[in-house]
């Protein structure tokens, strides 16, 4: 067969040689030991958390040696393309504050020197390759028609062999220069097929960053390189674009082990260099019969990564925690270096395990209650008021129209020796402060189980509204509220209480219980004195005066 006549039959219009396609992307000038990576993801209207693990370990490869880390979309598949998909992957990885070197924008080819950066603007790139490997005897035109192939996949489960195009299924394989320029004349679509050098049985040895040195069986199926309109699979643009961009690690989920023989076929046929690989393992779920399964997109809605958006949780709690599942000494260091930022840490690729980790929606609570709780009234409200502007106009509203009076309520139990650590996520604060504004608020809980208290709460309120006064510092306050209590017949001190409970109606506890209800409608608040304080005379006043109770 004469390849080089197929090449140009196929071919005829490239005009550039895989030198010159080289010499276009230039190898990098990069400081020794530098690595350059990437992420990569289709644009299919989802983005799984899964995939912020990836990013975040190319990320901090990429920059702790000095390299660079880029966006590259793989838009490849007309049929998993969505509207607005690449948009949710571009805001998706700013708000994580990923900070590429390199990579696609939105709508353009994006910006840096080994673009395009999205597959579907590269066409003539795999092409030229895809000419090489024909050239080569590598790859050869496959005219079969969808129906002949389900037919033959049918074949191939009723004889139990491995399904694909191979052996004697491959009947596109051996046609004729004069059988392929009939069909090519008759106007037939055909895919460019890989001659795979693999044999069924056939095994490689291969050694992956994480997983270690893996045996695994060899390709023996001739993949599709290039789809019937001239674009390329993933795999072909895989190992064309990460060798031309000179990626030197290729970190993504372990589901693309299956295909990595494949993979390493394309690079050595190509006469690319390998990456090195760095599979990750999969997130998992605790079942509720104690098993584990993967985090699904299906059934947990965590498993989106707009969910954590959308919930509120702050940027540095949502990273901070997988860093801690990616390195299990994080934590540790973080504990020894509170004020440090997250990039001084030593991540190491060593450190990762080979297994699935478990997913664990408690732990990134505790990592963002620790990182909110140490945020200024200021922050919180900047934080608060740009996540409500997306999920909660109604709230946004609320804060711009009165900015002190939020910041004084968001400021209760800061900035001491020890925060209040309430709030994991924003999405808890709208309904968490909705009783500093008359309109939303109302009395949600009940009055304390005892009895007595529950007689004596209108007179409660009545006498200690004929004492309140927004002008009593701290101790005062108290004072009233105790004297008041002790005149009713409630003891000083809880404790008191409890060695002689038949002496007493209640204790001062209650009390509070009490008026904490009625002014801010919950039997849970913040400190009670400082909630007076922010709403102010006239608010506590009236909630105090209603006929409550
Ligand atoms: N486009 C692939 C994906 O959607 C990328 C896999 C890789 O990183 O090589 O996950």
Redo the contacts with the bound molecule.
Sequence with gaps: MDYKKLASLLFSHVTETPEETEARFPRRNLPEGAKVTR????PTGFVHFGNLF?ALVSERLAHQSGGIFLLRI?DTDEKRKVEGAVELILSAFRHYELGFDEGALANEEGFGNYGPYYQSLRAHVYHVFAKQLVEQGLAYPCFCTHEELEASHSAQEAAKVTPGYWGEWATCRDLSLEEIEEKLASGMSYTLRLKSPGKPGGRIRFTDTIKGDLELDENFTDAVLLKSDGIPT?HFA?AVDDHLMRVTH?V?GEE?LSTLPLHVQLFDLLGFRRPKYVHIAHLMKRTEDGGKRKLSKRHDPEAALSFYQESGYPVEGVREYVMSVLNSNFEEWRRANPALDMKEFPFSIKKMSASGALFDLNKLDDISKNILALRSAEEMYNDLLAWAKTYDAEFASRLEQDPAYAKAYLGIGRGGEKPRKDFARLSELPQAMAFFYDDLYKVEDELPENEAVRADAREILSRYSALYSADDDRDTWFDKIRTMGEEMGYAARPKDYKQNPDAFRGHVGDISAVLRLAVTGRKNSPDLYDVMQVLGYERVANRLNQDLF
């Design positions: 992420i990569a993801p289709s990836p793989e993933y895989h290729v993504r693309w």
